[in-house]
């Protein structure tokens, strides 16, 4: 699955740069639950974003199932966002025009499948984070919790290797946060969805049977 070595980012702050990731080496089998912690700063979105195709790595390599997914050209990039991982953000990022059902088709439009073909995976999708009842509402209409698992739904709707978890409970009080984070569970258990997930949260991370630490630019395995 994922293999990645000596993986560098490099910002260009203009008079100074920030060097956020400094040789990161770390892999991963399918199917894996992992938790990563650090400081605010550390650059987990940083290294999320670049496990996910959305920003380029300054140095070093991001393989997936054996491929370099930086040397591909775009359309394998983006087939790669799309299909293969799904990403669920602190803030949800749901179009606020659109309704729930209408926010998960997005993915399965952008993958070229037909309207009926795509709402019905969305619906189901849906079931999963058992909202099936809130399709037609749009995302004002919901609560914060609720649209978390609408974004959750998004991510899984094309039945993605991995999902990519920036906070995913950051925004939520505990206990709406523990409930995202059994559908995270059960989706790991259910599907045998990877799972890579950003958490400050110590009784979430005792859950998560491997745990990393961002720390100096570099990733540590954590006890
Ligand atoms: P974390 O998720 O661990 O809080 P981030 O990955 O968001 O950390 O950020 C790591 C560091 O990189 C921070 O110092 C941040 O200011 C800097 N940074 C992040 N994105 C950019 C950017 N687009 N341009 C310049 N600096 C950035």
Redesign the pocket.
Known sequence: MFDISNLYKT?D?GTQN?N?LSGVNFKCEEGEFIGIF??????????LHILGGLDFPTKGEVKFDGEDIYKKNKRFLAAFRNKTVGFVFQFYHLLPEFSAVENVMLPCLIAGQKRKEAFANAKEALQFVNLEDRDKHKPSELSGGEQQRVAIARAIVMRPKFVLADEPTGNLDESTGEKIFLNLEKLHEAAKTGIIM?THNPDLLRKIPRRLE?KGGLLHEAK
Not at 38 to 47: D, E, M, P, R, V
């Open positions: 910002y702050g920030v956020v650090g400081a605010s700063g550390a650059g987990k979105s940083t290294l950003v961002l």
